[in-house]
């Protein structure tokens, strides 16, 4: 998997193994899952790996980026494809997310053609988000 997008913001709120991170230039407040409880910086600039599983994905024909709902753990996330890989792809959404593709080929619907960079692919995600803090420069 391609390890050079992340995605930059600030962690706003964190309990337990749930982060509320609010990616840079958006209003979103994702809360995201994070594999051990977050001791990291708040109110910082961050950089950070979120992964998304798919129910469901399209690609569709037109749209912009977009992740739904804005507050909360993400259900829908929409945008262009950065990266496409056999079973991951990497779309922006707002923001650069991983999304591990969905094993059942019928859950996978190609109306506006196949998952290529640069596609609009449109993701119903399954619950449970993922937040991984990567080590980086301090920012101001």
Known sequence: ???GFLARGKVVEA???IVVFQPSDTNYQMHLQTSRPYTGPIGQLVDARIRAKARKVYTVPSG???ISPIFGPPRTLQG???HVED???IIRAGVPISVELPQPETAVDLSAGPIALGSIINV???PGA???LVPSQTYK
């Open 1 to 3: 998997m391609s390890n």
């Open 15 to 17: 309990k337990d193994s």
């Open 64 to 66: 912009g980026g977009f």
């Open 80 to 82: 262009r494809a950065l």
């Open 87 to 89: 079973r991951q792809i």
């Open 124 to 126: 119903a995600a399954l």
């Open 130 to 132: 993922t937040f991984e």
